[in-house]
């Protein structure tokens, strides 16, 4: 059955630091997400994508975040300059058509993201 | 907010019995979520109910949709060692908002 997969698994950075995680998701989707969770916290929105560009964003998603579909196959989240308060597991989703159309959104094993 | 909170945030119960998990929100929805997380890994969906559904089985779940009380829940049956996980509900609120809205979770714990 064909996921999301998501590279690495486990990331330590320093603080002020550029990181990119990586997704690739499912191959036939054309809506993709970006959430974070915080240890013991809820899972958030960060940022959905569609057709090329940023179709929503959270507060969170600030201008230290950036998304980019670099080729056909892969979807990234790049945060510029990493704050401790970065750290966080990361999950990349997608689906086929937008959740308003009561759409099954996939997520990916995610990112564990640790900030030093 | 536009989601409530999940109630129990946690829950105990022995293998075989009954597992009951409710979830509020606050605001009109699309469609609502039940996702499943064990211990630190990633999110796998379960079931997902539209608006104008009551009642929707998958194996041993059941989901309920009561949008008079904008409430749901999630009865898993004959619970099962294996079920121990984290269980949250999200939403998809209505009104063009593409994406979901989670809320904080329950955690189960099937002894056996």
């Known amino acids: 059955e064909p996921e999301v997969t998501q590279t690495p698994s486990h990331q330590v950075t320093q603080m002020g630091q550029e990181v990119i995680l990586r997704c690739v998701p499912i191959?036939?989707?054309?809506?993709f997400y970006w959430y974070r969770q915080i240890l013991g916290q809820k899972v958030e929105f960060l940022v959905s994508?569609?057709?090329?560009?940023?179709?929503?964003k959270s507060e969170i998603f600030d201008d230290q975040f950036s998304v980019e579909r670099p080729d056909g196959s892969n979807f990234t989240l790049k945060i510029r300059s990493t704050k401790l308060e970065d750290s966080a597991m990361y999950f990349c989703?997608?689906?086929?058509?937008?959740?308003?159309?009561?759409?099954?959104?996939?997520f990916g094993p995610g990112t564990r993201l640790l900030v030093l | 907010s536009q989601q409530g909170e999940e109630d129990p945030q946690a829950l105990s119960i022995q293998e075989g019995e009954n597992a009951t998990m409710n979830c509020s929100y606050k605001?009109?929805?699309?469609?609502l979520q039940w996702y499943r997380q064990n211990s630190g890994r990633g999110l796998v969906h379960l079931i997902l109910?539209?608006?104008?559904?009551r009642e929707k089985h998958s194996g041993r779940l059941r989901v309920t949709l009561d949008t008079s009380k904008k409430s749901s829940s999630l009865l898993i049956t004959a619970s099962r060692a294996a079920d121990t996980a984290s269980y949250f509900c999200?939403?998809?609120?209505?009104?063009?908002?593409?994406?979901?809205?989670f809320g904080a979770g329950t955690r189960l714990a099937v002894h056996p």
């Open positions: 989703a997608s689906s086929v058509k937008s959740p308003l159309y009561a759409e099954t959104q996939y």
């Open positions: 191959s036939n989707h054309l809506y």
């Open positions: 994508f569609y057709n090329n560009e940023i179709s929503e």
């Open positions: 605001t009109s929805i699309n469609n």
């Open positions: 109910i539209r608006s104008n559904e």
């Open positions: 999200a939403i998809v609120v209505s009104g063009g908002y593409n994406k979901l809205i």
